[in-house]
């Protein structure tokens, strides 16, 4: 399977095309979603931890769009880079990892939509449950954990090393 989509006519132009709108292109794509997605979930738990108080809590749920669609500007190009290096990736702990962080992020932003935003009395009041709290708690460190872990990608051997799950050195 792996082989299957490393060559994959994409798969072959986000790798090796000289055209900037390869991988130039795709992993810029990736960082903006990756921003938009990192960004927006950032500014609504620092928000439901009491950061800018001034900025209404009911105004944050609309933000949810905006989520989904740098979700969605990541699911694409991350699937492309992905397919570029199919064997690479897949062999990597710090990648799986990054996936875990992000589904786990993305279902916490779901939560904390239905658990907390559809409490219309308490976002009105500008009260935040302790629902509304530890979900942003954990939103902050899966997003952040995600981007660490992702940023690893890059260092497959030290990580491995740190892991020791080669021969490598510290």
């Given amino acids: 399977m792996l082989d299957y989509l490393q ?10 095309s000289p055209s900037l709108f390869a991988y130039s292109t795709v ?10 997605v990192v960004g927006v979930n950032t500014v609504i738990a620092l928000r439901l931890l009491g950061v800018a108080r001034d900025i209404p809590l009911a105004g944050l749920r609309q933000l949810y769009g905006i989520v989904w669609i740098g979700f969605s500007i990541n699911l694409v190009s991350g699937l492309m ?6 064997h690479t990736m897949a062999a990597m702990v710090a990648f799986w990892a990054k996936l875990l962080f992000v589904a786990s992020g993305m279902v916490v932003a779901v939560l904390l939509k239905r658990l907390y935003f559809t409490d219309l009395a308490s976002v009105r009041a500008g009260v935040v449950t302790r629902v509304g709290r ?9 997003w952040y954990l995600a981007l660490i872990a992702g940023r690893l990608t890059a260092y497959p051997d030290r990580v491995d090393a740190w892991l020791h799950l080669s021969g490598g050195s510290t």
Avoid: P, Q
Wanted: glycine fraction near 8%.
């Fill in 7 to 16: 060559n994959l006519a994409l798969a072959d132009w986000v790798r090796s």
């Fill in 27 to 36: 992993l810029t794509a990736h960082g903006v979603g990756l921003g938009i």
């Fill in 81 to 86: 880079l992905f397919i570029a290096e199919a």
């Fill in 134 to 142: 530890n979900l942003a708690i954990v939103s902050l460190a899966c």
